[in-house]
């Protein structure tokens, strides 16, 4: 059938950066707006993002990529104030457009001094948004105070506030001291928004009236000041010190200086770090909340990342994995009312979020809706199924509900904004392996990825820790009274452990799980606990070889006897591939009851039902040596590498040799003038086409196993078909087995019987990626149980099958059973560019409700994203969708059945992007202004629906598609050379981990969210 260009419209079209799922890359600045209740986070690499209620997200790009140093929100307001590391403050704001809210820079402002001043004396260190609305108060590292008008920043200059202007009106006492240096801390009057609270780095802090512009109070601290914060009712004073101590200072009286009560050292009485920040909160009961970071003896807990709470008689020290960026405490809201009451301390930390709930006992950790610590382990792969089954949607939810019992009942207290988003047409899932050997399942259907069931695979085998050590324990005795939190563990007890290969099977239940030592596993999903022994199987791939020798790391040992299992997916069967090398292809047949595997020396076949295995197949090449080093020992030969690269040199002279024209040098014979011209006429039509040398069989990894594919087609003759198993190998070979499976009622009597029926080779030798088989009709087989369960169309064994097999350099269609090829398609040699993702995706058309088409999504080394039509393999459409120098970017995408697509820009973060026009994933969301907001306080429990949500703007989506769309909004890593010193893992095919990173990425600065196109 042949598709216009109109219809591929409908069909096809890239919306770029659609939503960013997981944890910003390298934070490195909070912002917290009580009024909008909505969080902003900074980063290094000058990106600013926005998050209220689950689905209400926002993101925007500063043009000068510099690292975000503060984000204030301004009072009672849709807009903050960031300030970057180049000093520059910069002015953003919610706007509505089209009955969405898009974020949007307004205006930019560099402080400056007069000419020759040194830098420091407008380098700003604090920034305070008056409650006016109106105005920024500036510290600066001299010491002086500007102030700037908003919203054009119009610095008024009348009111600069210099440290002689604070110095000649101090006591003659408070004069003699060098009390002045940077500003560390300015604080608004709780009560008197005309009185500012100063503090300086030397320990001196006034309270600066402005109408009168004199000192009203000023306290002097012996130790350097870091921070200092006001009581809600103005009476007390508390500062914080660079020895570990806190002072209170009553504010009471017409007394200028006040003298502070005995200061607190919590951790004394032994020389401790400082407290950077502290919070002092009241409450109705009359106990006040005391919330600081830092403050840790030095020897002993100097290197620990702490955040303290006191309430009473009750301490803890919350214990990071990662570094503390900054932390804010939520507390009433209503400047009216007369106590804190705090509810919800929210901490930002190098690589996760953390919200701990100050109302329940023992303050546990909230469970947040989005924000996930992806890499709490690295990514190692990937592997998203669409439209799940309700049934199987619950039990994993149920499965993943008994592991989060230590998680608050309280509702997720940032709430801000509402989204528009239409509902998730299905449910999807996307499954990320992990480098500790844990398999992550998030709901993946709409704007948030949600962590719904963790399962782990270490308790299969004998590693250095119990798994049943509690990584949380603590005595009750011990000081610090620490206590671990977060998920994010970059430890990993044995690297063996490291998932490489997940497959789920939606329907049947079953999951395949392979590993970096050799290990596959077989697991089926148990809604109660159980205790049983996990079935061991050895394949050994080498047999009948001689003369090898592994090279590599050891298999991992299994654990003897029965194993204790959580509810959720239970491993039934653990087949161990010799050598224990990484395995890079695995296949499952749920219906069948088969699971097939590859690996760098060969593939094999298993059938889980019987436990036993159906047959092993090296693919081992006698040069083939580094094969048997293994990844994590492989150091490849410089010697060889260069004598290939000469041998490839001495065959590409010598075949051009052979070409050229016998004769006189001077003669050319009319037969070959003829021929020449006819030759140039051709070149004129056709596409210009890259000479591609064919790949030697010499070439190191010819028998690493690249793809494997079951398929129930034609094999041997036109009349029958049988089930068959397909390899593709990085040689360019092909294998194909036909497998007998006995009936159901002879299932468990009768052995699967397996035999090869076919061998190809491909001429240029290159990898094979994909294998597909199309029906009589051109249409790719349905997966295992789709038809059972009437979700496809059974497929025609009438006409006759085609294979399709996808190499890195081109597309070729061979007729079935004769394996006789019928039609190709050259990409490296008319694009330059190799094939490293192809997957089968639906297209459903965006105007014609049951109309759709299935064709190839193909992802390039180059990192453009191409529609490949089936079956007559015409290139239809190509984006340029991730950054050719994003090794890890292009490694890691995941292609959906539906035209969607997963792949990591940093380390702890997804970009999902889309080439259908119907599948579409973004944030639309809407934020009120603060006038029209009311404000609650979360309660625990599961409640009735939040009375706050507005209604769903009234606008009609015709005529939001209507509107003109807003720039596209565009994402950035971190420019810095840091991001290139961090390890990246050598990519052999697909596996490599995901999790290492060298790549920066190009960025933009235009931002929008969620305009319908």
Same mark, same amino acid.
């Given at each position: 059938?042949?598709?216009?260009?109109?219809?591929?419209?409908?069909?096809?079209?890239?919306?770029?950066?659609?939503?960013?799922?997981?944890?910003?890359?390298?934070?490195?600045?909070?912002?917290?707006?009580?009024?909008?209740?909505?969080?902003?986070?900074?980063?290094?690499?000058?990106?600013?993002?926005?998050?209220?209620?689950?689905?209400?997200?926002?993101?925007?790009?500063?043009?000068?990529?510099?690292?975000?140093?503060?984000?204030?929100?301004?009072?009672?307001?849709?807009?903050?104030?960031?300030?970057?590391?180049?000093?520059?403050?910069?002015?953003?704001?919610?706007?509505?457009?089209?009955?969405?809210?898009?974020?949007?820079?307004?205006?930019?402002?560099?402080?400056?001094?007069?000419?020759?001043?040194?830098?420091?004396?407008?380098?700003?260190?604090?920034?305070?948004?008056?409650?006016?609305?109106?105005?920024?108060?500036?510290?600066?590292?001299?010491?002086?105070?500007?102030?700037?008008?908003?919203?054009?920043?119009?610095?008024?200059?009348?009111?600069?506030?210099?440290?002689?202007?604070?110095?000649?009106?101090?006591?003659?006492?408070?004069?003699?001291?060098?009390?002045?240096?940077?500003?560390?801390?300015?604080?608004?009057?709780?009560?008197?928004?005309?009185?500012?609270?100063?503090?300086?780095?030397?320990?001196?802090?006034?309270?600066?009236?402005?109408?009168?512009?004199?000192?009203?109070?000023?306290?002097?601290?012996?130790?350097?000041?870091?921070?200092?914060?006001?009581?809600?009712?103005?009476?007390?004073?508390?500062?914080?010190?660079?020895?570990?101590?806190?002072?209170?200072?009553?504010?009471?009286?017409?007394?200028?200086?006040?003298?502070?009560?005995?200061?607190?050292?919590?951790?004394?009485?032994?020389?401790?770090?400082?407290?950077?920040?502290?919070?002092?909160?009241?409450?109705?009961?009359?106990?006040?909340?005391?919330?600081?970071?830092?403050?840790?003896?030095?020897?002993?807990?100097?290197?620990?990342?702490?955040?303290?709470?006191?309430?009473?008689?009750?301490?803890?020290?919350?214990?990071?994995?990662?570094?503390?960026?900054?932390?804010?405490?939520?507390?009433?809201?209503?400047?009216?009312? =007369?106590? &804190?009451? #705090?509810?919800?301390? /929210?901490? $930002?930390?190098?690589? *996760?979020?953390?919200?701990?709930?100050?109302?329940? @006992?023992?303050?546990?950790?909230?469970?947040?809706?989005?924000?996930?610590?992806?890499?709490?382990?690295?990514?190692?792969?990937?592997?998203?199924?669409?439209?799940?089954?309700?049934?199987?949607?619950?039990?994993?939810?149920?499965?993943?509900?008994?592991?989060?019992?230590?998680?608050?009942?309280?509702?997720?207290?940032?709430?801000?904004?509402?989204?528009? =988003?239409? &509902?998730? #047409?299905?449910?999807? /899932?996307? $499954?990320?392996?992990? *480098?500790?050997?844990?398999?992550?399942?998030?709901? @993946?259907?709409?704007?948030?990825?949600?962590?719904?069931?963790?399962?782990?695979?270490?308790?299969?085998?004998?590693?250095?820790?119990?798994?049943?050590?509690?990584?949380?324990?603590?005595?009750?005795?011990?000081?610090?009274?620490?206590?671990?939190?977060?998920?994010?563990?970059?430890?990993?007890?044995?690297?063996?452990?490291?998932?490489?290969?997940?497959?789920?099977?939606?329907?049947?239940?079953?999951?395949?799980?392979?590993?970096?030592?050799?290990?596959?596993?077989?697991?089926?999903?148990?809604?109660?606990?159980?205790?049983?022994?996990?079935?061991?199987?050895?394949?050994?791939?080498?047999?009948?070889?001689?003369?090898?020798?592994?090279?590599?790391?050891?298999?991992?040992?299994?654990?003897?006897?029965?194993?204790?299992?959580?509810?959720?997916?239970?491993?039934?069967?653990?087949?161990?591939?010799?050598?224990?090398?990484?395995?890079?292809?695995?296949?499952?047949?749920?219906?069948?009851?088969?699971?097939?595997?590859?690996?760098?020396?060969?593939?094999?076949?298993?059938?889980?039902?019987?436990?036993?295995?159906?047959?092993?197949?090296?693919?081992?090449?006698?040069?083939?040596?580094?094969?048997?080093?293994?990844?994590?020992?492989?150091?490849?030969?410089?010697?060889?590498?260069?004598?290939?690269?000469?041998?490839?040199?001495?065959?590409?002279?010598?075949?051009?040799?052979?070409?050229?024209?016998?004769?006189?040098?001077?003669?050319?014979?009319?037969?070959?003038?003829?021929?020449?011209?006819?030759?140039?006429?051709?070149?004129?039509?056709?596409?210009?086409?890259?000479?591609?040398?064919?790949?030697?069989?010499?070439?190191?990894?010819?028998?690493?196993?690249?793809?494997?594919?079951?398929?129930?087609?034609?094999?041997?003759?036109?009349?029958?078909?049988?089930?068959?198993?397909?390899?593709?190998?990085?040689?360019?070979?092909?294998?194909?087995?036909?497998?007998?499976?006995?009936?159901?009622?002879?299932?468990?009597?009768?052995?699967?019987?397996?035999?090869?029926?076919?061998?190809?080779?491909?001429?240029?030798?290159?990898?094979?990626?994909?294998?597909?088989?199309?029906?009589?009709?051109?249409?790719?087989?349905?997966?295992?149980?789709?038809?059972?369960?009437?979700?496809?169309?059974?497929?025609?064994?009438?006409?006759?099958?085609?294979?399709?097999?996808?190499?890195?350099?081109?597309?070729?269609?061979?007729?079935?059973?004769?394996?006789?090829?019928?039609?190709?398609?050259?990409?490296?040699?008319?694009?330059?560019?190799?094939?490293?993702?192809?997957?089968?995706?639906?297209?459903?058309?965006?105007?014609?409700?049951?109309?759709?088409?299935?064709?190839?999504?193909?992802?390039?080394?180059?990192?453009?994203?191409?529609?490949?039509?089936?079956?007559?393999?015409?290139?239809?459409?190509?984006?340029?969708?991730?950054?050719?120098?994003?090794?890890?970017?292009?490694?890691?995408?995941?292609?959906?059945?539906?035209?969607?697509?997963?792949?990591?820009?940093?380390?702890?973060?997804?970009?999902?992007?889309?080439?259908?026009?119907?599948?579409?994933?973004?944030?639309?969301?809407?934020?009120?202004?603060?006038?029209?907001?009311?404000?609650?306080?979360?309660?625990?429990?599961?409640?009735?629906?939040?009375?706050?949500?507005?209604?769903?703007?009234?606008?009609?989506?015709?005529?939001?598609?209507?509107?003109?769309?807003?720039?596209?909004?565009?994402?950035?890593?971190?420019?810095?050379?840091?991001?290139?010193?961090?390890?990246?893992?050598?990519?052999?095919?697909?596996?490599?981990?995901?999790?290492?990173?060298?790549?920066?990425?190009?960025?933009?600065?235009?931002?929008?969210?969620?305009?319908?196109?």
């Amino acid at each position: 059938m042949t598709v216009t260009a109109a219809a591929w419209t409908e069909l096809c079209g890239l919306s770029e950066q659609t939503v960013e799922h997981g944890f910003p890359h390298q934070p490195s600045a909070l912002g917290y707006s009580a009024s909008l209740r909505m969080l902003a986070i900074g980063t290094r690499s000058g990106a600013i993002k926005l998050y209220g209620a689950p689905g209400v997200e926002f993101m925007g790009l500063h043009r000068e990529n510099n690292a975000v140093v503060q984000v204030h929100f301004l009072p009672d307001q849709c807009r903050l104030v960031t300030l970057l590391d180049d000093n520059s403050l910069h002015l953003w704001s919610l706007k509505v457009k089209g009955g969405v809210s898009e974020l949007q820079e307004e205006e930019s402002f560099t402080l400056r001094g007069p000419p020759g001043s040194a830098p420091s004396a407008t380098q700003i260190t604090v920034i305070l948004p008056h409650s006016c609305r109106e105005l920024l108060y500036l510290g600066t590292e001299s010491g002086s105070v500007f102030v700037v008008q908003l919203p054009a920043f119009r610095m008024l200059e009348d009111r600069t506030l210099s440290s002689d202007a604070v110095l000649q009106r101090l006591p003659e006492e408070a004069r003699h001291r060098r009390v002045f240096e940077m500003v560390e801390a300015l604080q608004e009057h709780p009560r008197d928004p005309n009185q500012i609270l100063i503090g300086y780095s030397r320990g001196l802090v006034v309270v600066w009236d402005l109408r009168t512009g004199g000192v009203v109070h000023h306290f002097l601290s012996s130790q350097q000041l870091e921070g200092v914060c006001w009581q809600r009712d103005g009476q007390l004073m508390v500062s914080c010190h660079s020895d570990g101590s806190y002072c209170q200072w009553p504010v009471a009286g017409d007394t200028q200086q006040l003298e502070p009560l005995p200061s607190c050292v919590p951790y004394g009485p032994f020389p401790c770090k400082a407290i950077t920040k502290i919070f002092w909160l009241t409450t109705r009961k009359g106990l006040p909340f005391t919330i600081f970071q830092g403050g840790m003896p030095r020897a002993s807990y100097g290197d620990r990342h702490c955040i303290s709470v006191v309430h009473g008689s009750q301490q803890t020290a919350f214990d990071f994995t990662s570094r503390v960026i900054d932390f804010m405490v939520l507390a009433e809201a209503d400047s009216a009312a =007369a106590s &804190d009451d #705090p509810y919800a301390l /929210l901490v $930002l930390a190098e690589e *996760e979020l953390v919200v701990i709930d100050l109302t329940a @006992a023992g303050w546990p950790p909230v469970q947040p809706p989005y924000l996930a610590s992806l890499h709490c382990s690295a990514i190692t792969c990937s592997h998203h199924v669409s439209n799940i089954p309700l049934k199987l949607w619950e039990r994993v939810i149920a499965a993943g509900s008994k592991q989060s019992t230590h998680f608050s009942s309280m509702e997720w207290p940032i709430d801000g904004g509402t989204s528009l =988003a239409p &509902d998730p #047409p299905q449910r999807d /899932l996307l $499954l990320t392996g992990h *480098e500790d050997g844990t398999v992550r399942f998030w709901d @993946a259907s709409g704007v948030c990825l949600r962590l719904l069931y963790k399962l782990s695979t270490v308790r299969v085998f004998l590693t250095d820790s119990d798994p049943s050590d509690s990584l949380h324990a603590q005595g009750e005795e011990e000081w610090p009274p620490l206590r671990k939190v977060g998920s994010f563990d970059p430890y990993s007890d044995d690297p063996r452990l490291g998932i490489q290969k997940i497959f789920l099977c939606k329907y049947s239940g079953y999951l395949a799980v392979a590993g970096t030592a050799g290990q596959v596993l077989v697991l089926e999903l148990n809604d109660e606990e159980a205790e049983h022994a996990v079935v061991q199987v050895e394949a050994d791939l080498l047999q009948d070889q001689e003369g090898y020798r592994w090279k590599g790391h050891e298999r991992l040992c299994a654990r003897p006897g029965p194993v204790r299992f959580e509810p959720g997916f239970q491993p039934f069967v653990l087949v161990q591939c010799q050598p224990p090398a990484v395995v890079t292809s695995l296949a499952l047949h749920s219906e069948w009851r088969l699971v097939a595997f590859g690996t760098s020396h060969g593939f094999g076949l298993f059938d889980h039902q019987q436990r036993r295995q159906v047959f092993v197949k090296c693919t081992l090449h006698p040069s083939d040596q580094l094969a048997l080093e293994g990844p994590l020992s492989r150091v490849k030969s410089l010697k060889k590498s260069l004598r290939q690269s000469f041998r490839r040199m001495r065959r590409s002279r010598v075949s051009s040799r052979k070409r050229r024209p016998m004769g006189h040098p001077g003669e050319v014979p009319e037969a070959s003038a003829k021929v020449e011209r006819a030759g140039l006429q051709s070149v004129e039509l056709a596409p210009v086409q890259r000479k591609i040398e064919a790949r030697s069989a010499e070439d190191s990894f010819t028998g690493f196993v690249r793809t494997l594919y079951f398929a129930d087609t034609y094999l041997r003759d036109s009349s029958r078909h049988c089930p068959s198993l397909w390899a593709g190998t990085n040689g360019g070979t092909v294998y194909a087995f036909s497998l007998r499976v006995p009936p159901a009622e002879r299932r468990m009597d009768e052995p699967v019987r397996a035999e090869q029926a076919k061998e190809i080779q491909l001429m240029h030798r290159a990898p094979v990626v994909g294998i597909l088989v199309l029906d009589g009709h051109s249409v790719p087989l349905p997966e295992p149980l789709e038809v059972a369960h009437d979700l496809s169309k059974s497929p025609d064994m009438q006409g006759s099958h085609q294979l399709l097999v996808i190499s890195e350099e081109q597309f070729k269609v061979f007729t079935l059973p004769k394996v006789s090829a019928k039609l190709k398609l050259k990409l490296t040699a008319l694009e330059g560019s190799r094939v490293r993702r192809a997957s089968v995706a639906h297209f459903s058309s965006c105007r014609t409700e049951d109309y759709g088409e299935h064709h190839l999504t193909v992802l390039t080394n180059l990192g453009d994203v191409q529609v490949v039509s089936l079956p007559l393999l015409k290139p239809q459409v190509r984006f340029s969708c991730i950054r050719r120098e994003d090794v890890s970017g292009i490694a890691s995408c995941v292609f959906t059945k539906y035209g969607q697509g997963f792949y990591l820009i940093s380390p702890s973060e997804f970009e999902r992007f889309s080439l259908s026009t119907k599948w579409l994933v973004e944030p639309r969301c809407l934020v009120q202004s603060v006038e029209t907001k009311g404000h609650r306080r979360p309660h625990n429990g599961a409640g009735p629906e939040k009375a706050e949500v507005r209604p769903r703007n009234s606008e009609s989506r015709s005529a939001v598609e209507e509107r003109t769309r807003g720039p596209t909004m565009q994402h950035a890593l971190l420019n810095d050379e840091r991001v290139l010193k961090e390890v990246q893992s050598t990519l052999e095919g697909d596996r490599g981990s995901c999790g290492d990173w060298r790549s920066q990425r190009v960025v933009g600065y235009s931002l929008s969210n969620g305009g319908a196109e």
